[in-house]
């Protein structure tokens, strides 16, 4: 079974392209839908004892957590080293699940695949990309964050033209959805015959 990396930039498309993925028959894993569902449940009592008042109703409110963590390299250590052996759990039983499946290739949906070494755990990785006024005009659009704090959030992801220079496979959101499935299926037909290179 290959495992390929998929990642992007906030508004590259790679929510749409991991569901084009999805619809290829190719088993998704979403690292934040996996942060999600820990944050609801068994993560929450372990928060709530390291960061009281973190928790409402038994689930982990993201925005209490943030506020406290944010700005303190060592609460965020803290905070990684309750939740990483959890989604370390939750991604070997999603790729154990899709080996005994048969699964030729799965997909691991990372946001921040560069930044956390993630590369050196998949057999190849799909970099989403789009241009940058293409970019800013779709997250502008969604009506939920100012430019100020998207300049902050692409100051502490690794570059775009950074993540493509790294990129096995690159694809261009820029044009809809029809590229983006062709692209998918050459990415299918090209990854099944490349070595595994996983650690």
Do not use: C, W
Not at 12 to 29: C, I, R
Not at 101 to 120: H, N, Q, R, W, Y
Not at 178 to 189: H, K
């Amino acid at each position: 079974m290959r495992i390929l990396g998929l990642t992007g930039s906030i508004g590259m498309g790679k929510s749409t392209t991991a569901k084009l993925f999805a619809e290829a028959g190719v088993p998704v894993y979403d690292a934040d839908a996996a942060v999600h569902k820990i944050y609801e449940g068994e993560a929450a009592p372990a928060i709530e004892a390291a960061f009281p008042g973190t928790t409402v109703n038994g689930k982990v409110d993201r925005a209490k957590l943030s506020a406290k963590v944010v700005h303190d390299q060592a609460a965020i250590k803290q905070l990684e080293q309750i939740v990483h052996p959890m989604l370390g759990a939750s991604r070997k039983k999603f790729l154990d699940e899709a080996e005994a499946s048969g699964a030729p290739v799965v997909v691991m949906d990372i946001p921040l695949l560069f930044e956390t070494g993630g590369e050196k755990r998949v057999d190849a990785v799909v970099v989403v990309s789009t241009d940058p006024a293409t970019q800013r005009e779709r997250i502008l659009a969604r009506g939920t964050m100012t430019s100020e704090a998207l300049d902050g959030i692409l100051a502490r992801q690794l570059p775009d033209a950074e993540k493509r220079k790294r990129a096995d496979f690159v694809v261009d959101t820029s044009h809809g959805l029809d590229p983006v499935r062709t692209a998918i299926r050459d990415i299918l037909a090209e990854v099944v015959k490349m070595p595994q290179r996983r650690a």
